[in-house]
C-alpha cells in the first residue's frame, strides 16, 4: 500500500462522512451563501479553526471573483490549490538533513515524539547516514527504554541518562560522543512538557543553548511534535515552542485516524512553521517527509475515489 | 489556566451587551453568534455547538429577558445554567462493588491520552480511601509501557501485576483477577494499549477483555487538547466497548477543554475526575458546575449582583444627589467615606475582585491583589476618619497645620495626607472634565457593574 494509500485510508473511515460532505458541498450548483456557510461548517469540523477558514473562505471568494467561477464543483480545485500553496514547504526546509545536524524533538506529552524518533531515525539510517540518538527525557517513567527499543529496531547508537538526571547534561554528554563518532544525525529526544509551564520551558532553552555552545557547527533543527487529533491548542503548543527554542518544522503525527488534521493547516497559516513530516501509522515506514499534494488531495479526497 | 480564553471572548461579547439598557432580539442573537465562535475556538464539536446555542437562543430571547432586571446579566445565567445541565449536574464517583469485593476498572482511550499515568493516579487515590489496588500492565505493544506502569506503581506503592509482552491482554487480565482474589486485592486496574477508535482489531481486543472476564468500570481517557475529533473517539468507544466514565487528562495545560463538553453532550457519560499536572497525585474530582462558571469565567457574578442588592439599600433620591455632585465634581470626602462603606458591605475589595468576571481567577488575580492593597485602603479611611466633619465637606480649608493634625490622628506620615488631598483634588478635576465618563453610571448611579 503506497504511503498516500495509507493517509488516504486512514483520513478514510469516517472520514467518509466529511468526504461527503465535502461532495455534497461541491455538487455543481450556484455559488451562494449557503454554500459558503457549508463549507465553513465542514472546514472547521476539519480542525481547521474559525479564523483560518475565515481566511481560506476570503481567499476562494475572491479566486471566485477573480477567475469568473459560477458553479460550486469548480470551487474544489480552486480551493485544493490555494491550501497547497499554502502548505508548501520551503525549498530548504531539509537542508540540515544533508551535513551534520543536530535535531531537537519537543512538544506536549503523549503527542508521539519518542515514536516519531524511532521513525526518523529509520529513515536518516536507510539513507545511509549515521544516526544518533540522545534520550533526554528522563522524566517519564521508562521513558528511556522506550527509546533504546526503537534505537534498537533502527539500529542505531543511543545515549542514555540516569532517570531524573538533569536533561541537559544527557544531551551535553551524547553532543560530545556524536562529535567523537563522527556521526551525521544527533536526535534529542525530550520529555514532554505542557507549553504553560514555565521552567520546563526555561529547561528547553537552556538544552538549546548547550547545542549551541557545544556543537555550533551543525545544523540546527528543532522539530515540534503535534499530535493530529489536536484541536485549536496545537497553535498555543506551537507558538510557545517556537518562542522557547526558535521551532523550525512540525511532525504531524497520528493522522490514521479519523482526525483531519486540519490543525495542520492552521498552524501553517497562522505561525508560518512547515509541517515537515507527518506519521500516518504505528509501523515504523509510516512516517514521511511532508508533501503537501498528497496531504491537501488526501483529506479533500471524494468518497467516491 | 485552562479555558481562559474562552473565557475572555464571552466576556468580550458580554462588554457589549452591558452598556444597552435592554436586549432585543436582534442583541441576543449577536451575542450568541461570538458565543458560537468563541466555543468553536474551544473546540467544542461543530454540532454541539449549534445545539447549545439553539438551546439558549430559544430561552434568552423572550419574555425572561426582557423583564429581567439587568438583560445582559440574565443571558449570562441562562449560557451559564445551559453550560451546566450540557456538562451534567452533579459529581460522579467511580462506583465501586460493595464491601471487599473485587472491582475491575479498565481503562482505555488513544495512544498518548495519558492512560497509564491515569490509572496510576487513580490506584493512589483510592489507596488513600484503604482500597487495595493492583495495577496491571496488559499493554503488550508499545516499547517499555511496561515498564512505565511498574514504576509508576512503585511511586504510588500500590502492587503491580506483569506477565510481559508475550501472552494477550485477555490471558493477563483473567490471571491478574485470579491474582486479585487470591491476594485481597479490592481494585483491579486494566491499562490497556492505546488505539485507534477505527482500528477494528484493537477495539476486538477490548470487547475481547470484556467478555472474557467480568469488568464493572470501563474509563476512557480523554485528552483535554483534542479537538473536534472528541466526539468520533468518545462515541464509537462508547458504541463498541461500553463506557461508564470519563478522565479527561492535561487539564493543566492552557487548551480551552471544549472536548469535555463535546465528550459529555455526545456519550452522556459523566467526566470523573481530571488531570491537572505531572505529578501522581494531581488527579482532581470533576465539578461540573465549577467547570461551567470557569469556562464562562463569570466568576460568581450572580452572587455579585445578589450582595450589592442587599446591601445598597440606597434610595433614589440619595443615587441622584450623589451622581450630580460627581457630574459637577463638588464630592467631599463624605461622599468618598460613604462610597468605602459601601464596598466594605459587600465583602471588602478583594472579595469584589474575586467575584469579578477576568479578575476570579489566574495571575491577574494576584497582580491585582497586590495592586490594591486592603491596608492601603484603611489606611486612606483612617486619614479620611480623622478630619473634622468641616473639613472633609471643605477639603480646601486644608492647610498644613491642619495635615499634621490629621497625619497624627491617623498615624501616618504628612506626606500620606497630601498625597491623598492631591489624588483626591485630581479625581474631583477629572469628573468635571470628563462629564461623558460618569454616563456610564446610569439612573442606578452605583459601584459600576463589569457587564
Redesign the interface.
Known amino acids: 500500500m503506497g504511503f498516500f494509500e495509507k493517509l488516504k485510508n486512514g483520513l478514510t473511515?469516517?472520514r467518509e462522512n466529511i468526504a461527503r460532505s465535502f461532495d455534497n458541498v461541491f455538487t455543481p450548483n450556484e455559488i451562494d451563501d449557503d454554500f459558503y456557510e457549508e463549507l465553513e461548517?465542514i472546514l472547521?469540523?476539519?480542525?481547521i479553526?474559525?479564523?483560518t477558514t475565515g481566511n481560506i473562505i476570503e481567499e476562494l471568494k475572491a479566486r471566485v471573483k477573480a477567475q469568473h467561477i459560477k458553479t460550486t464543483d469548480a470551487c474544489r480545485k480552486v480551493l485544493m490549490d490555494s491550501i497547497k500553496e499554502q502548505m508548501t514547504v520551503p525549498e530548504d526546509a531539509y537542508d540540515f538533513e544533508k551535513g551534520k545536524a543536530v535535531i531537537l524533538v519537543i512538544g506536549?506529552?503523549?503527542?508521539?515524539k519518542t515514536t516519531s524518533i524511532g521513525k526518523l531515525a529509520a529513515i536518516y539510517k536507510k539513507e545511509g547516514k549515521k544516526v544518533m540518538m540522545a534520550a533526554a527525557d528522563t522524566?517519564?517513567?521508562?521513558?528511556g527504554?522506550?527509546l533504546?527499543?526503537?534505537a534498537r529496531r533502527a539500529g542505531v547508537d543511543i545515549i542514555r541518562g540516569s532517570d531524573g538526571q538533569d536533561p541537559a547534561s544527557v544531551v551535553f554528554d551524547a553532543l560530545k560522543a556524536a562529535r567523537a563518532r563522527n556521526a551525521d544525525i544527533l536526535i534529542c529526544d525530550t520529555a514532554g512538557r505542557?507549553?504553560?509551564?514555565k521552567n520546563l520551558m526555561e529547561e528547553l532553552k537552556k538544552i538549546h543553548r548547550i547545542i549551541d555552545k557545544e556543537y555550533p557547527e551543525a545544523a540546527r533543527e528543532t522539530l515540534v511534535v503535534i499530535?493530529g487529533?489536536?484541536?485549536?491548542?496545537?497553535l498555543?503548543?506551537a507558538r510557545e515552542f517556537h518562542e522557547a527554542a526558535e521551532a523550525t518544522g512540525i511532525i504531524m503525527t497520528?493522522l490514521?485516524?479519523?482526525?483531519?488534521g486540519g490543525?495542520a493547516v492552521a498552524v501553517e497559516s497562522e505561525l508560518n512553521i512547515p509541517v515537515k513530516y507527518i506519521g500516518v501509522g504505528?509501523g515504523i515506514d509510516d512516517f514521511e517527509r511532508f508533501d503537501p499534494e498528497t496531504f491537501v488531495d488526501a483529506m479533500f479526497a471524494s468518497a467516491e475515489l | 489556566m485552562a479555558f481562559e480564553s474562552l473565557t475572555e471572548k464571552l466576556q468580550n461579547v458580554f462588554k457589549s451587551l452591558r452598556s444597552k439598557g435592554r436586549l432585543t432580539e436582534e442583541d441576543v442573537k449577536v451575542a450568541l453568534k461570538e458565543v458560537k465562535?468563541a466555543l468553536?475556538?474551544?473546540?467544542v464539536?461543530?454540532r454541539v455547538v449549534k445545539q447549545f446555542v439553539k438551546s439558549v437562543e430559544e430561552r434568552a430571547v423572550g419574555a425572561d429577558v426582557m423583564n429581567g432586571l439587568n438583560p445582559g446579566q440574565m443571558v449570562i445565567k441562562i449560557v451559564n445554567e445551559e453550560m451546566v445541565s450540557l456538562m451534567g449536574s452533579e459529581t460522579t464517583e467511580i462506583k465501586l462493588q460493595p464491601g471487599k469485593a473485587v472491582t475491575v476498572i479498565m481503562m482505555c482511550g488513544?495512544?498518548?491520552?495519558?492512560k497509564t499515568t491515569t490509572a496510576a493516579k487513580l490506584a493512589g487515590k483510592l489507596k488513600l480511601k484503604g482500597k487495595k489496588c493492583l495495577l496491571v500492565a496488559a499493554d503488550v505493544?508499545?516499547?517499555?509501557?511496561i515498564?512505565?506502569?511498574?514504576?509508576?506503581a512503585e511511586?504510588q506503592e500500590v502492587d503491580f501485576f506483569s506477565m510481559g509482552d508475550k501472552l494477550s491482554p485477555v490471558d493477563i487480565s483473567r490471571a491478574a483477577i485470579e491474582h486479585a482474589a487470591k491476594n485481597g486485592h479490592n481494585v483491579v486496574f486494566i491499562d490497556t494499549a492505546g488505539r485507534?477508535?477505527?482500528d477494528e482489531e484493537m477495539m476486538q481486543e477490548l470487547q475481547d477483555i470484556k467478555s472474557n472476564v467480568e469488568v464493572h468500570q470501563t474509563l476512557l481517557v480523554v485528552?483535554a487538547?483534542?479537538?473536534?475529533?472528541?466526539v468520533?473517539?468518545a462515541k464509537t468507544f462508547d458504541e463498541k466497548i461500553g463506557v461508564d466514565g470519563v478522565i479527561l487528562s492535561?487539564m493543566?495545560?492552557?487548551?480551552?477543554g471544549?472536548?469535555a463538553l463535546s465528550v459529555k453532550a455526545v456519550t452522556g457519560k459523566p467526566i470523573l475526575y481530571v488531570g491537572m499536572g505531572?505529578k501522581l497525585s494531581d488527579l482532581e474530582q470533576f465539578y461540573p458546575d465549577r467547570m461551567a462558571s470557569r469556562i464562562l469565567g463569570m466568576g460568581d457574578v450572580l452572587t455579585l449582583i445578589e450582595k450589592a442588592e442587599a446591601a445598597l439599600d440606597i434610595d433614589e433620591d440619595k443615587e441622584k444627589e450623589m451622581s450630580q455632585k460627581l457630574r459637577k465634581g463638588k464630592f467631599d470626602f463624605e461622599d468618598y467615606l460613604e462610597s468605602m462603606n459601601q464596598m466594605r458591605k459587600m465583602g471588602g475589595i478583594s472579595s469584589i475582585l474575586g467575584m469579578m468576571p477576568g479578575l476570579g481567577m489566574g495571575i491577574k488575580n494576584q497582580d491585582l491583589e497586590n495592586a490594591i492593597d486592603e491596608k492601603k485602603m484603611a489606611q486612606t479611611e483612617a486619614i479620611v476618619l480623622s478630619m473634622t466633619k468641616k473639613e472633609r465637606q471643605n477639603p480646601e480649608i486644608l492647610n498644613p497645620s491642619r495635615k499634621h493634625r490629621i497625619a497624627k490622628g491617623a498615624g501616618v506620615d504628612i506626606s500620606e495626607v497630601n498625597r491623598l488631598v492631591k489624588q483626591f483634588e485630581q479625581s474631583r478635576k477629572m469628573m468635571k472634565q470628563l462629564p461623558g465618563m460618569m454616563k456610564g453610571m446610569g439612573k442606578k448611579g452605583r459601584f459600576r457593574m463589569p457587564f
Request: charge should be negative; avoid cysteine.
Open positions: 473511515k469516517t461548517e472547521i469540523m476539519s480542525d479553526g474559525v479564523s506536549v506529552n503523549g503527542v508521539g522524566f517519564r517513567a521508562a521513558a527504554e522506550q533504546s527499543e526503537w505542557l507549553h504553560n509551564k499530535d487529533t489536536t484541536g485549536q491548542n496545537a498555543l503548543q497520528k490514521d485516524g479519523t482526525a483531519k490543525i504505528e | 465562535l468553536l475556538e474551544a473546540d464539536n461543530f488513544l495512544q498518548g491520552a495519558g505493544y508499545r516499547p517499555a509501557a515498564k512505565q506502569l511498574e514504576m509508576n511511586k485507534l477508535q477505527i485528552d487538547m483534542t479537538g473536534q475529533e472528541a468520533n473517539v492535561k493543566d495545560g492552557d487548551a480551552r471544549g472536548a505531572e
